[in-house]
């Protein structure tokens, strides 16, 4: 297999993370959406990441989808143990967690974006954008310090976990002016999340987009 994509995306670096939970082997290929559009543009007409090459050389796009297959492929396993529930319960507060974060690298990425990239900016926008990005970190907040295990659902390290750690990271390097001393039950899952190999292993420091390419 194939993952196109840097890994200071926190869309492409969950899935580098849960590949190698996992225990698949693949090639990485650290692309930029901005400077390498012309090399994923074959894989990817849209020239987005994450882009996940199967070794059949069949394609999947977006991080949700490749990781649905994942897990698919996990369940038919009888010696891996799938990082989200099939069904039930379990499974929709998960995908509401992963929502909410999702949707708040969504919001750090628009406000970097118009931070960078817009010589002029839109006061309306970044006001709108810093609003929904502290109202759902408080939100995020409340549930990690609820949480009566070592992670979100329990006991066992889900997919929720894994996008949270990595929206986290990604968040406090595109944002350095954010005071995440504010959400302590966030910094200490990221933190606990940070310290793990897989962790240490799929990562890049934030670069941004090279706008001169």
Same mark, same amino acid.
């Given at each position: 297999?194939?993952?196109?994509?840097?890994?200071?995306?926190?869309?492409?670096?969950?899935?580098?993370?849960?590949?190698?939970?996992?225990?698949? &082997?693949? /090639?990485?290929?650290?692309?930029?959406?901005?400077?390498?559009?012309?090399?994923? /543009?074959?894989?990817?007409?849209?020239?987005?990441?994450?882009?996940?090459?199967?070794?059949?050389?069949?394609?999947?796009?977006?991080?949700?989808?490749?990781?649905?297959?994942? #897990?698919?492929?996990?369940?038919?396993? #009888?010696?891996?143990?799938?990082?989200?529930?099939?069904?039930?319960?379990?499974?929709?507060? $998960?995908?509401?967690?992963?929502?909410? &974060?999702?949707?708040?690298? #969504?919001?750090?990425?628009?406000?970097?974006?118009?931070? +960078?990239?817009?010589?002029?900016?839109?006061?309306?926008?970044?006001?709108?954008?810093?609003? !929904?990005?502290?109202?759902?970190?408080?939100?995020?907040?409340?549930?990690?310090?609820?949480?009566?295990?070592?992670?979100?659902?329990?006991? #066992?390290? &889900?997919?929720?976990?894994?996008?949270?750690?990595?929206?986290?990271?990604?968040?406090?390097? $595109?944002?350095? +002016?954010?005071?995440?001393? !504010?959400?302590? $039950?966030? $910094?200490?899952?990221?933190? !606990?999340?940070?310290?793990? /190999?897989?962790?240490?292993?799929?990562?890049?420091?934030?670069?941004?987009?090279?706008?001169?390419?």
């Amino acid at each position: 297999m194939i993952l196109i994509g840097q890994y200071d995306s926190p869309y492409v670096r969950r899935v580098g993370i849960a590949l190698t939970l996992y225990g698949h &082997t693949f /090639e990485h290929r650290p692309w930029s959406t901005f400077g390498d559009g012309d090399k994923i /543009e074959p894989f990817n007409p849209l020239r987005r990441v994450p882009t996940l090459v199967l070794g059949n050389g069949e394609i999947i796009l977006e991080s949700a989808y490749a990781l649905d297959w994942l #897990d698919e492929q996990a369940r038919a396993a #009888d010696d891996i143990v799938p990082l989200m529930a099939a069904s039930g319960p379990e499974r929709q507060k $998960a995908l509401y967690y992963i929502a909410l &974060t999702t949707g708040f690298s #969504d919001k750090a990425i628009a406000l970097f974006y118009e931070q +960078v990239l817009h010589k002029e900016k839109s006061p309306v926008w970044l006001e709108r954008c810093n609003t !929904q990005i502290s109202a759902v970190l408080n939100v995020l907040e409340k549930i990690r310090a609820s949480a009566k295990s070592q992670w979100l659902l329990g006991g #066992d390290m &889900t997919h929720a976990d894994i996008a949270l750690a990595c929206s986290l990271r990604h968040a406090r390097e $595109a944002h350095p +002016v954010i005071d995440f001393s !504010q959400w302590p $039950a966030l $910094a200490f899952h990221s933190a !606990q999340c940070e310290r793990m /190999e897989v962790f240490r292993h799929i990562s890049q420091p934030f670069i941004g987009p090279k706008t001169e390419d």
